[in-house]
């Protein structure tokens, strides 16, 4: 009857705790934003792990947040360690609620999320044929941590994508494509949502590892969304429906939001964004984008080749990729000095209150010619 609550009891109480739960983690996210200060605040935390078989002295190094931001570049080289024994130990200032990329022999081991000060512990196992086998992480967050390091989350390649690309390329609609796609997503972030019902995770941890399965489902979509646009595969759906998911999943699951920055995934998805706005199928959100990024193009061809469309993104995400842009250069040098010295200028005229710029300056070579030529001090901390 209109105007009777016709639920059963059972479902009125399940409804109640759904409710609660829901609300619990809207209002985790808003002290998050409210205690910025904190978040981007770097405590000293103790980082160790444990190796089951020799692989020799090899470097241990850490990508750290700049400001809230992911950024995998951000390698301090002063808190780098070697491994020996098989066996490391380092205490590092690592952002409060930062996932940390751990790079061992230059190359990317694993990421870790660190949300207190906290020890981040961690072995690795390897089976008798000498296969790299898992890892298991001990402290804080080691549940999610697991499960992060051992590739049991939403994972941007393999069967996962492969089953997100079907479902594109098969659904009838863009509604029921969404439906579809959504159940896919729904059961990765059941685990986490249970992990943290159960209070093995924090509402931070849970927030962020959520904030970053979003991203890898709309990388998984990345690919097979721009084969849409570019007519190089076939669809069941119209193109008029294409593009209407396609406004749908960067507006759901929008890599210019805030909620996203800690996020791992996130680089590839703001510069698939920007294509789709250069393209013009997703509407542009700057009036009179300027060229400024994309008159560097040539000098970012291998590090960053799309950089030419970042002008299209928000200021402050543009702020983002370019300091992370930067700071990938001083590890892999691309850049001739000259390139980098007018790349890093127009960076800092732009931005003159930057967190890179003081990372940077710490990282640049320290000679008179490099000083004039920015024509501003540049202040070397020890």
Same mark, same amino acid.
């Given at each position: 009857?209109?105007?009777?609550?016709?639920?059963?009891?059972?479902?009125? &109480?399940?409804?109640?705790?759904? =409710?609660?739960?829901?609300?619990?983690?809207?209002?985790?996210?808003?002290?998050?934003?409210?205690?910025?200060?904190?978040?981007?605040?770097? !405590?000293?935390?103790? &980082?160790?792990?444990?190796?089951?078989?020799? *692989?020799?002295? *090899?470097?241990?190094?850490?990508?750290?947040? &700049?400001?809230?931001?992911?950024?995998?570049?951000?390698?301090?080289?002063?808190?780098?360690?070697?491994?020996?024994?098989?066996?490391?130990d380092?205490?590092?200032?690592?952002?409060?609620?930062?996932?940390?990329?751990?790079?061992?022999?230059?190359?990317?081991?694993?990421?870790?999320?660190?949300?207190?000060?906290?020890?981040?512990?961690?072995?690795?196992?390897?089976?008798?044929?000498?296969?790299?086998?898992?890892?298991?992480?001990?402290?804080?967050n080691?549940?999610?941590?697991?499960?992060?390091?051992n590739?049991?989350?939403?994972?941007?390649?393999? @069967?996962?994508?492969?089953?997100?690309?079907?479902?594109?390329?098969e659904?009838?609609? #863009?509604?029921?494509?969404?439906?579809? /796609?959504?159940?896919?997503?729904?059961?990765?972030?059941?685990? /986490?949502?249970?992990?943290?019902?159960?209070?093995? $995770?924090?509402?931070?941890?849970?927030?962020?590892? $959520?904030?970053?399965?979003?991203?890898?489902?709309?990388?998984?979509?990345?690919?097979i969304?721009?084969?849409?646009?570019?007519?190089?595969?076939?669809?069941?759906?119209?193109?008029?429906?294409?593009?209407?998911?396609?406004?749908? /999943? =960067?507006?759901?699951?929008?890599?210019?939001?805030?909620? =996203?920055?800690?996020?791992? +995934?996130?680089?590839?998805? $703001?510069?698939? @964004?920007? $294509?789709?706005?250069?393209?013009?199928i997703?509407?542009? !959100?700057?009036?009179?984008?300027?060229? +400024?990024? @994309?008159?560097? #193009?040539?000098?970012?061809?291998?590090?960053?080749?799309?950089?030419? &469309? *970042?002008?299209?993104?928000?200021?402050?995400?543009?702020? *983002?990729?370019?300091?992370?842009? /930067?700071?990938?250069?001083?590890?892999?040098?691309?850049? +001739?000095?000259?390139?980098?010295?007018?790349?890093?200028? +127009?960076f800092?005229?732009? =931005?003159?209150?930057?967190?890179?710029? @003081?990372?940077?300056?710490?990282?640049?070579p320290?000679?008179?010619?490099?000083?004039?030529?920015?024509?501003?001090?540049?202040?070397?901390?020890?």
């Amino acid at each position: 009857m209109p105007g009777v609550n016709s639920e059963l009891p059972e479902q009125q &109480v399940f409804n109640q705790y759904l =409710y609660m739960r829901r609300l619990l983690l809207f209002i985790l996210p808003v002290l998050v934003i409210v205690f910025n200060d904190v978040k981007s605040q770097d !405590v000293p935390t103790q &980082v160790s792990g444990k190796m089951d078989k020799t *692989y020799g002295r *090899y470097l241990i190094t850490l990508g750290k947040s &700049v400001n809230g931001f992911f950024c995998a570049e951000n390698i301090d080289l002063t808190d780098s360690i070697i491994l020996q024994n098989e066996k490391f130990d380092v205490n590092s200032n690592i952002p409060l609620h930062s996932f940390v990329r751990l790079n061992f022999a230059h190359h990317q081991l694993m990421l870790f999320y660190a949300d207190s000060a906290e020890p981040i512990r961690f072995e690795l196992l390897t089976d008798s044929a000498q296969n790299p086998g898992r890892i298991f992480f001990f402290g804080a967050n080691a549940a999610a941590n697991e499960l992060l390091a051992n590739h049991l989350l939403l994972s941007a390649n393999g @069967k996962t994508q492969k089953e997100i690309e079907k479902i594109i390329i098969e659904a009838p609609s #863009a509604v029921a494509c969404l439906n579809s /796609l959504h159940s896919v997503l729904n059961k990765f972030e059941r685990i /986490l949502d249970e992990l943290f019902d159960n209070q093995k $995770i924090s509402g931070s941890c849970h927030e962020a590892f $959520i904030a970053e399965t979003e991203q890898r489902f709309l990388l998984c979509c990345k690919d097979i969304l721009r084969h849409s646009t570019l007519g190089s595969q076939a669809f069941t759906m119209s193109k008029k429906e294409m593009n209407i998911l396609i406004n749908h /999943l =960067y507006t759901q699951y929008d890599p210019f939001d805030k909620r =996203y920055f800690t996020a791992p +995934t996130l680089i590839s998805n $703001i510069t698939a @964004k920007c $294509i789709l706005i250069n393209d013009g199928i997703i509407p542009p !959100v700057i009036a009179n984008p300027k060229d +400024t990024w @994309k008159s560097f #193009a040539g000098v970012f061809t291998f590090i960053v080749p799309y950089i030419g &469309v *970042y002008d299209l993104a928000p200021n402050s995400i543009q702020h *983002y990729l370019v300091g992370n842009a /930067l700071l990938a250069n001083l590890l892999f040098n691309e850049m +001739t000095k000259d390139e980098f010295i007018e790349v890093y200028t +127009t960076f800092r005229k732009r =931005y003159p209150a930057s967190p890179y710029i @003081k990372i940077i300056d710490t990282r640049i070579p320290r000679t008179r010619f490099l000083e004039h030529s920015l024509k501003v001090p540049i202040i070397f901390t020890k």
